[in-house]
């Protein structure tokens, strides 16, 4: 059974004119298999049972459940060692998934529905006419105008992506040609994983149908316990020559699985390189890009991304994004443990993290992406507080606090909807990660004390925020304590009120023991974007636009510090920031 792409309909002939049998730049098809053809390692598995006997119907029926092989991953007790188990590979249902009947040509669609909760599905057929069954890695629920959540799975190493990523081709399987007849036809499909025992020698037909798996549970999740809330339309981007190179993501150099923001490329991109990084079956990091996704729509990051690992102290937008991530993994696939794969023979166990717990060499601080994981996924489990609170703190307070996101201002949203236990819970979790709950609870971690590790606290890093109005000079510093790029320290953060809507200047002067260091800077926010800087002809003075009398987070940070390739050491650097109305 082959891998093939499907494109639009208008298109369809021209993509059936290759081998039913072979990689096209198409369709990810599948040949027939079971009791009319043989099979082929890796592809669709299509077995057709003869009509039942009578009584006939008078319309020809078409039933049979749709399946795809998944490959779970072994792990050993210490979590050091393991990977991808072959051995061990289940067929899965694939869950509202679209199925059509196709007529031999290619050219029209005969029927159409959708797989149900088992991957089962039945369509009505025109008698006598011939055709084939084609399963498109692509889901959606509810209503057609505005459902639920649509879900796509493309190739974008497709040609049809570097004009639009939205035109890229779907993944589908397809079966043999057969022609309906009265009564029913039963027609089961399976994806297969392509896997030879030695290495993908067959078609990767599954490969699509897993990414779909994982984040249709997700979604569905989701809607449950805000039924009221739809997700927005998503591609998925999978190609078997997507791997961790930075580059064309047209020649699938993806650089990781990632979500990707920009309007014109949007979507969740996943690796595929065989022997180097596969995650179609890693439902760990398909599901944290997917909770990148659900953030970043329906909530708000902050995150400034970058290189990051569980044993790193992070810009708090950082260290809150990506222990969401984990955390939102492990709650909807309804397990502690996150793994990745990689390597050759996808044997190598590159991550593998028990959300139920912090490592001991990792810091139990609010700047730790695993301390703030583990708040969240414990915040999730328990009885006093669950999924449900945490989600609707994403989308109401979280969204529109006037803080950077991080642990404290999700916290703030999250603990005026709690019971008194469940209150109680989230002061007990929220003083695990070095946060002061109760009264002293805020977006702006103003009672925080420490980092983590009271005694090595950096004045670059606490308080979390240093106060600003106007017409106020203070000395604020920025540290490569922590490392550079997306570290903690490395931004400043300020929390900055105005009295008035209008525009105001802000002046950096380095502090007199840092003369030479001449390339601090200030960002002003309002609910996580950038305000207008009126001024471009300097960075050490910068003018933006405040919309409204209030409070604004607000970054000051130094070109040095922000560059790896500079600093070898760790070092401070301060400067005076002051603040007044501009000149009208």
């Not at 069954?133 to 992506?161: C, H, L, M, W």
Request: with cysteine; proline share 6%; aromatic share 8%.
């Amino acid at each position: 059974m082959a891998m093939h792409r499907i494109k639009p309909l208008n298109r369809t002939k021209r993509a059936f004119r290759f081998s039913f049998c072979t990689l096209t730049a198409a369709v990810l098809a599948g040949c027939g298999g079971g009791s009319d053809s043989s099979s082929t390692s890796g592809g669709a598995t299509n077995n057709i049972s003869p009509p039942s006997p009578p009584p006939a119907v008078a319309t020809p029926t078409i039933s049979g459940k749709i399946t795809y092989d998944s490959v779970p991953t072994t792990a050993s007790t210490s979590g050091s060692t393991g990977g991808l188990d072959y051995s061990k590979t289940t067929q899965l249902p694939v869950s509202h998934a679209l199925v059509e009947l196709v007529s031999s040509d290619g050219a029209t669609i005969l029927g159409n529905t959708t797989t149900d909760d088992t991957g089962a599905y039945t369509l009505n057929a025109p008698s006598g006419k011939p055709g084939y069954v084609r399963v498109t890695a692509q889901a959606f629920e509810g209503p057609a105008s505005t459902p639920d959540y649509t879900i796509k799975v493309r190739d974008n190493t497709a040609p049809e992506y570097s004009a639009s990523p939205d035109t890229a081709p779907l993944y589908s399987m397809r079966g043999s040609v057969f022609t309906p007849t009265t009564g029913v036809t039963k027609l089961d499909l399976n994806a297969g994983s392509g896997w030879t025992g030695a290495n993908y020698g067959g078609a990767r037909t599954a490969a699509p149908f897993a990414i779909l798996d994982q984040t249709v549970n997700a979604a569905r999740q989701l809607h449950r316990a805000e039924p009221g809330v739809a997700l927005p339309a998503l591609n998925i981007f999978w190609s078997i020559n997507n791997r961790p190179t930075s580059g064309d993501a047209n020649s699938g150099f993806i650089t990781t699985s990632h979500y990707q923001r920009a309007d014109q490329s949007k979507g969740l991109y996943i690796l595929g390189a065989e022997d180097v990084d596969t995650d179609e079956y890693d439902s760990s990091v398909i599901v944290h890009e997917f909770g990148h996704y659900v953030e970043a729509n329906l909530s708000r990051s902050d995150s400034i991304g970058g290189d990051h690992s569980a044993a790193n102290m992070l810009d708090i937008r950082v260290a809150f994004g990506e222990g969401f991530g984990n955390a939102f993994s492990s709650m909807m696939r309804g397990t502690p443990v996150y793994t990745d794969t990689a390597g050759a023979r996808q044997s190598v166990l590159s991550v593998s993290l028990h959300l139920d717990q912090v490592p001991p060499a990792d810091a139990k601080s609010w700047a730790n992406e695993a301390a703030v994981g583990n708040f969240l996924y414990s915040a999730s489990q328990s009885a006093d507080i669950g999924f449900a609170p945490l989600y609707h703190a994403l989308l109401n307070g979280e969204r529109t606090t006037p803080a950077l996101t991080s642990a404290f201002s999700f916290a703030t949203a999250l603990r005026p909807a709690l019971t008194d236990a469940g209150k109680s819970k989230l002061d007990a979790l929220l003083g695990d990660i070095a946060v002061q709950g109760g009264s002293q609870l805020d977006a702006w971690g103003t009672q925080t004390k420490s980092s983590g590790d009271p005694g090595g606290d950096n004045s670059a890093a606490v308080p979390v925020y240093l106060p600003l109005t106007v017409g106020q000079s203070i000395t604020a510093c920025v540290t490569t304590e922590y490392g550079t790029d997306n570290k903690l320290g490395v931004y400043r953060h300020l929390r900055v009120t105005v009295p008035a809507a209008g525009a105001y200047q802000f002046t950096t002067v380095p502090a007199a023991r840092d003369e030479s260091v001449n390339d601090f800077g200030v960002i002003v926010y309002s609910q996580g974007k950038p305000l207008l800087n009126l001024t471009s002809t300097s960075s050490t003075v910068s003018t933006y636009v405040f919309p409204a009398a209030g409070v604004y987070a607000a970054d000051m940070m130094s070109a040095r510090a922000l560059d790896s390739s500079t600093e070898t050491a760790p070092m401070s650097y301060c400067a005076n920031v002051l603040m007044k109305t501009a000149n009208p």
